[in-house]
């Protein structure tokens, strides 16, 4: 299969993976993002002669939520995402051969913290706060308005593990002996982050809040998978079928790179961390399990739906697997 793929926000982790993916499958890439790209955000002209034709558009816009929330980066967690989406539809409402799909990142975040069942599609409930505020108003402004040729798929991805990204942090912190379970606790918050909806609450999970993860290589698989599935519209939830608890993650790591032991970080430690790295606690204390419903029920098959064999992969010296798209269905 062959065709023209447009990657917006193609500069960062999981944009590069694509980009070498569809390119290495035969298929011509344009890319959309802020500079360096074959078209530039601000320029409607170019941004709609880079949709024109499209059989596939992967919007991936965003600035990084690994951030400390400050007024100015919540605004432009929300800026960045609204705008660029806004773009996209803007650009294939002007087109006269529109694109025939239209996947774009959402995240899993938006389902609320659970720890007393999984999260799918069909049952899932929504959480509050301010980075589930962002979810819901980034797929707003994906669903707004009629795209009547265009399909549309928002990617509700959980945590994406790859040579890079999040498990450069694991990586190291077990390799320096902290590779323990992350431990809730109490903390003080704010009135400031408590009204903007960043404060984490503490849960007492012992370790226990769940992980929910994709390999890269899924990521990918599963917008091929897409692509063949014009049945499949709406909501996605892009997360591994196995999700594990904290404590079974950072076991695994410490087994993967042969660390032994591995000491546990309370919550005060991460708060002291967190400030110095500049990000927030959240992304390692909400529980989030989500399972991939619709996914499975539609046949698509996981390269990597196991934990632990998804870890080896990435973190071998050599690493074996190659991107297999999985593009087969299952009516």
């Known amino acids: 299969m062959s065709g023209t793929v447009v990657v917006a926000g193609a500069s960062g982790f999981i944009g590069r993976h694509l980009v070498d993916s569809f390119r290495r499958d035969g298929f011509t890439v344009t890319t959309i ?38 007024r100015a980066n919540r605004a432009e967690l929300l800026r960045s995402r609204l705008d660029t989406t806004l773009e996209l539809a803007a650009g294939i409402r002007a087109t006269t051969a529109p694109p025939k799909l239209w996947v774009n990142a959402s995240t899993a975040t938006i389902y609320r913290h659970a720890e007393d069942r999984p999260m799918t ?123 594990v608890d904290n404590r079974e993650l950072m076991a695994t790591l410490r087994t993967v790179l042969r660390m032994p032991l591995g000491l546990p970080a309370f919550r005060w430690m991460l708060e002291l961390g967190s400030i110095l790295i500049r990000t927030e606690t959240e992304l390692v204390l909400k529980s989030r399990w989500v399972l991939p419903e619709r996914l499975t029920a539609a046949g698509y098959r996981f390269r990597h739906p196991d934990l632990d064999g998804a870890l080896r992969d990435i973190l071998t010296p050599e690493p074996t697997s190659t991107v297999v798209a999985n593009s087969t269905s299952a009516r």
């Open 121 to 243: 599609e069909a049952t899932g409930e929504l959480g509050e706060g301010f980075s589930v505020d962002i979810a819901r108003a980034w797929e707003s402004a994906f669903f707004d308005g009629a795209l009547p040729a265009t399909r549309r798929v928002a990617l509700r991805t959980s945590i994406v593990l790859g040579d890079g990204s999040v498990m450069v942090p694991y990586r190291w912190l077990v390799r320096l002996g902290l590779g323990g379970p992350q431990l809730d606790g109490t903390w003080f918050g704010t009135r400031a982050r408590r009204a903007a909806g960043t404060f984490h609450q503490n849960r007492r999970t012992r370790g226990r809040q769940r992980f929910s993860w994709v390999h890269l290589d899924d990521v990918y698989g599963i917008i091929r998978f897409l692509q063949n599935r014009d049945d499949l519209d709406g909501v996605v939830n892009v997360t591994a079928p196995n999700p």
């Open 33 to 70: 993002g802020r500079s360096g790209a074959d078209a530039v955000w601000g320029d409607p002209d170019g941004i709609r002669t880079a949709l024109e034709g499209a059989d596939l558009v992967v919007g991936l816009s965003g600035k990084s939520v690994n951030c400390r929330y400050t």
